[in-house]
Structures are given as C-alpha cells and as structure tokens.
C-alpha cells in the first residue's frame, strides 16, 4: 500500500516505471509470440500421430526449432537462429542492445530483424500510456496485463492466422474477474458477461451469413472468442464501436496493402490484429468516442 501510495503522489514515476515494465515484457512478447505457435504445432502433431498410431518423425517445418528436441517458452535459451549463438544478458536489453549491436548479431554479424526492438518500443510506449491514463492501481496492474495480450495476440494472428486459446480463454476470464472484483473500471459483472455473450455471437452470426451466402469462411473462431474477450473486460457497450472500428481500419489496411503493395486479393487477411487495436483504443479513448458517437448519430 505503501507503493501504490507513493506512486499515486508521483505519477511520472509511475509512467516511468510501467514503460520500463513494458519494454521488459516486449522482449519476453517476442519470444511468446515466435515460440508459441511451434510449440502448439508440435502438440498438434504429436496428438494427430497418438491418433492414428503412427510415429512422429516429420520434423518441424521452421529450421531453426527443429534442431531441438525440447521447445517451449523456457528452453532452449534465446540465440541467434544462423549461427546459435547464446544471447548474452547485456546483448537483450530491450531495444538499447539492438542499437549498440547495430542490428546484427555479435558472433555472425547477420542482421536482428528491426521486429524486435520495434515490440519492446510499441509495448514499452503501451504500458506508459496504460499507466498514464489509469493511474497507481491494482486496476492498471490488470490493464498492462490485458495490453500485453492483445500485442502477442496482434503478431500471432498476424504471422500465422492464429489466435490461440491459451491466451484468448485466460484472456476472457481474467477480465470478468477483474469486473467481479470491482477494481474500479466502471463495467457491471452483468455488463461484462453480456459483453461474452454478445462478443462471441455477433462474429459467429457474421461467420455463418457470409458462409452461407458465398460458401468461404470469413474469419476464424478466435475471432470470436477475442471479442468476446473484450466484451468481457468492457461491456456490451463497447462491441458495436469495437467492431466498426476494427472494420473500418481493417478496409483501409487492406485496400492500402492491395494498391501500394500489390498484395494478392485472394490472400485472407486477419481480422484479430483490427479487433485487437480497436479493442485497445476504446480502453484508452473510449469514453470520448462514445461521446462522439452519441452527439454525431444520436442525439
């Protein structure tokens, strides 16, 4: 209490503090978000090879995991994926190593993708932002977690079209929890579990009508379970700004990356990245877009 007390009479200290925080558990966020996704594709594997009782000898698709034999979020410990180079405290300080390396490993000089640092930055600069807008409170403790999964949600989904259910699920039920316990974020346990149930049908009723009106699938079951994640953490009233949020900035994206990049139109685009942006935008800014909403359609 002592700490929270000390925090709250000095909040720079308190933004300083959670961008610090935040650019820590960026590097820990790159590592959830290259390895979680070989990890539960390995699981699938071995579960379809136990299913049908044959022998898991097909190794992994990704070169640089499957010179491992155990593969989790532990072990092996970071190194660089050319040359194996065990990376060293000083060289994994959030975004000043990459900066004194100069972009390139220490031992094969190969250049560090400019991801790395740019995660560390974006959920450092996320953090302060939570801790500006909220303040010294177990409440900002529960939001810096709910923004951390919405980052390694945001690049998984991007990278494999995946939004796995071992983030998403804790994901939905910490945020109820978090409104049962009444921390302070102004949304009713009533409110956060319509938000669940709400979150989850309006995107499996949009799956189903486009289905069966062009016979694709147009989006995934996680992203279901992701709105109805933040339907959870913010009410039942925040799904329709949300959604046409994410819409909107989802169309322009992919029209942008169809004329200026020429991507292929028939390549699916994943929809968890807008919903996660939009989701994070209404907690920081949802109070002045509902009032904008309310006075421009409304009112």
């Known amino acids: 209490m002592e700490i929270i007390s000390l925090l709250e009479a000095s909040p720079p200290l308190l933004i300083v503090i959670c961008t610090v925080l935040g650019l820590l558990v960026g590097s820990f966020l790159n590592v959830v978000v290259y390895r979680l996704p070989i990890m539960l594709q390995r699981d699938w594997k071995e579960q379809c090879c136990e299913y049908l009782e044959i022998e898991n000898t097909v190794p992994d698709s990704n070169e640089s995991s ?62 302060g932002l939570v801790a500006f807008s909220f303040g010294a409170s177990l409440l900002t403790l529960a939001l810096l977690l709910f923004t951390w999964s919405l980052i390694a949600l945001t690049l998984i989904d991007f990278d494999h079209q995946l939004l796995p259910d071992n983030i998403t699920l804790p994901l939905l039920w910490l945020g109820v929890l978090v409104n049962t316990l009444d921390l302070g974020f102004g949304v009713s346990l009533r409110d956060s579990v319509i938000g669940v149930i709400a979150g989850y049908l309006v995107l499996w009723s949009f799956y189903w009508l486009f289905k069966l009106a062009t016979g694709k699938e147009g989006m995934g079951y996680g992203d279901f379970k992701l709105l109805a994640a933040l339907g959870a953490w913010m009410g039942w009233q925040a799904l329709l700004p949300i959604v046409i949020l994410s819409s909107l900035v989802g169309a322009v994206f992919g029209l942008g990356m169809i004329v200026l990049m020429g991507r292929d139109k028939s390549i699916p685009m994943p929809f968890g990245p807008f919903l996660a942006g939009a989701g994070f935008i209404m907690l920081i800014w949802g109070p002045q877009i509902n009032t904008l909403y309310m006075s421009t359609f409304v009112y």
Do not use: T
């Open 66 to 127: 499957a010179k491992f034999k155990v593969f989790n979020l532990q072990k092996p410990d970071s190194h660089c994926p050319l040359c194996n180079h065990k990376i060293r405290p000083w060289e994994n300080i959030p975004v000043f190593s990459y900066l004194f390396l100069g972009g390139k490993c220490s031992s094969c000089k190969s250049k560090i993708s400019l991801r790395y640092p740019s995660v560390e930055f974006v959920s450092g600069v996320m953090s």
